[in-house]
C-alpha cells in the first residue's frame, strides 16, 4: 500500500501536507501523534470515509483514490467497535460478509465466522449479545467482523482505548499474535507511544499534518531525528545548553554549572547553542571514569514499584529533570527524599544531541 502525495484540506485549513508514505504487504505500520496532528485523517483517507484533496492511494498497485469504502480491500476497527447491540456475535461478524459488495453463500459464511471466532478466541460465544460481553470480548468481535472479510489492509483507529491498563496490556499480546497469524497489513492510529512501540514494525510519527519521522521503534527510540521525536517516543529531559568544545570524540556542553559530553557529534553542530536530550532509565548511579557526572537535588520521589521516578534540579538549570532508577541500584545508607543530593552519571553515548538553542 502506499500514499503518493497525498493531501487534504478542509477549506482554507489543511489537515494533511502532501504525504508520502509505503507499507509493505504484511506489515504492522503506526500512525503515531497528539490529537489533531492528523493521523485520523489519514487512516480515513485510506479507508475511504474521506476523500484526498490531491495524491493517490495505490493497495497492491490498484489506484483506490476515488473508490467508495466498500469497494476497497480493507476493513477497520473502530475506536467504539460499532457492534449491532440486537444481534448475536455471530451475526455481528457474519453481517459483513451478507451485503451485496461482499456476499458470501450460507455455508461458506458460517465456516468463515466458525474460523474468525476462533481466530480471536470467543468460539463459545457466537450466540451472545454485545451486552453479555467484557469490553476485552467486545474489541474481540470488533476485530473478528473486520478480519472475516479477508482484508488486504486492516485499519486500526486507536482500537484498545476504551480498554483499562491491565486488559489494554493482554490485547497488545493477541494483537501480536493476530497479525502473526493472518500476514495481511496492519495500520494503527494511536496516540499511545508504549502501544506503538510494543506492536509496530515502524512508526510514522506526525506532527501538525505532517510526518515527522518513520522508523522502527528501536531506530525512533534511539536515534530520533528531531526534539519532538524524542520527546513523543519514551519520556526525554530536553535541556538547552551552551557548546564547550571537543574533549577529543566527544562534544562538550555546559548545561548549568556542569560540563556534559556527548558521542553523537555527527547529528549537530558543535558551536553555539544545542539541546542535549537524556532518556529518564539512561542516568546511573554508579558510572565508569569517562561517564558525565552529575550532582543533583531531590525535589519529589514517585513510587513505581521496583523503581523509583525521581525529580531533580541541576544547579544553573531551571527546570527539573527525571531519572527512573531501579530500587535495587540505590545504595541504602543514602536518603531517597526531598531536599537530598544525589550523584547521578550518563554515559556520552546516551546523551541525544540536536542543533539549535530552543526545546519548544
Same mark, same amino acid.
Given at each position: 500500500m502506499s500514499l503518493e502525495g497525498v493531501t487534504k484540506t478542509y477549506g482554507n485549513f489543511t489537515a494533511l501536507h502532501a504525504t508520502d508514505l509505503s507499507v509493505g504487504e504484511g506489515e504492522f505500520v503506526t500512525l503515531l501523534g497528539p490529537s489533531g496532528c492528523g493521523k485520523t485523517t489519514t487512516l480515513r483517507l485510506i479507508g475511504g470515509f474521506e476523500r484526498t484533496s490531491s495524491g493517490r492511494i495505490l493497495i497492491s498497485g490498484e489506484d483506490m483514490t476515488s473508490r467508495p469504502p466498500y469497494e476497497r480491500p480493507v476493513n477497520t476497527v473502530f475506536q467504539d467497535y460499532a457492534l449491532?447491540?440486537?444481534? !448475536? @456475535?455471530?451475526?455481528?461478524?457474519?453481517?459483513?460478509? !451478507?451485503?451485496?459488495?461482499?456476499? @458470501?453463500?450460507?455455508?461458506? &459464511?458460517?465456516? +468463515?465466522?466458525?474460523?474468525?471466532?476462533?481466530?480471536?478466541?470467543?468460539? #463459545? =460465544?457466537?450466540? +451472545? +449479545?454485545?451486552?453479555?460481553? /467484557?469490553? #476485552?470480548? +467486545?474489541?474481540?468481535?470488533a476485530m473478528a467482523r473486520a478480519i472475516v472479510r479477508r482484508p488486504r489492509v486492516l485499519l486500526l483507529d486507536e482500537p484498545l482505548s476504551a480498554l483499562d491498563v491491565k486488559l489494554r496490556e493482554g490485547m497488545q499480546v493477541e494483537l501480536k499474535r493476530l497479525h502473526r497469524e493472518l500476514g495481511i497489513t496492519f495500520v494503527m492510529v494511536?496516540?499511545?507511544?508504549?502501544?506503538?512501540?510494543?506492536? /509496530?514494525? &515502524?512508526? @510514522?510519527? =506526525?506532527?501538525?499534518?505532517?510526518?515527522?519521522?518513520? #522508523? !522502527?521503534?528501536?531506530?525512533?527510540?534511539?536515534?530520533? /531525528?528531531?526534539?519532538y521525536v524524542a520527546d513523543f517516543i519514551g519520556a526525554a529531559n530536553l535541556l538547552e545548553a551552551e557548546a564547550a568544545g571537543r574533549d577529543g570524540a566527544l562534544a562538550a556542553f555546559r548545561l548549568g554549572g556542569t560540563v556534559v559530553r556527548s558521542a553523537r557529534v555527527a547529528s549537530a553542530a558543535v558551536t553555539g547553542k544545542a539541546i542535549l536530550g537524556i532518556r529518564p532509565e539512561r542516568f546511573l548511579v554508579s558510572g565508569t571514569e569517562t561517564a558525565n557526572r552529575l550532582a543533583l537535588t531531590i525535589k519529589e520521589v514517585l513510587f513505581h514499584g521496583d523503581r523509583l521516578r525521581l525529580e531533580l534540579m541541576l544547579e544553573g538549570v531551571d527546570r527539573p529533570l527525571f531519572a527512573e532508577l531501579p530500587r535495587t541500584a540505590l545504595p541504602p545508607d543514602s536518603p531517597i527524599e526531598p531536599g537530598a543530593g544525589i550523584a547521578l552519571h550518563v554515559e556520552p553515548s546516551d546523551i541525544l544531541l540536536f542543533a539549535g538553542g530552543s526545546t519548544a
Open positions: 449491532f447491540p440486537h444481534m !448475536s @456475535v455471530s451475526q455481528n461478524i457474519a453481517y459483513g460478509l !451478507s451485503v451485496k459488495s461482499n456476499n @458470501v453463500p450460507g455455508a461458506d &459464511r458460517a465456516a +468463515r465466522v466458525t474460523e474468525a471466532l476462533a481466530l480471536v478466541g470467543l468460539a #463459545g =460465544m457466537a450466540d +451472545r +449479545r454485545p451486552e453479555a460481553l /467484557s469490553g #476485552g470480548q +467486545r474489541q474481540r468481535v494511536t496516540h499511545d507511544q508504549t502501544e506503538a512501540l510494543a506492536l /509496530s514494525d &515502524r512508526i @510514522v510519527v =506526525m506532527n501538525q499534518g505532517r510526518v515527522a519521522q518513520i #522508523g !522502527s521503534p528501536t531506530e525512533l527510540y534511539d536515534n530520533p /531525528s528531531t526534539p
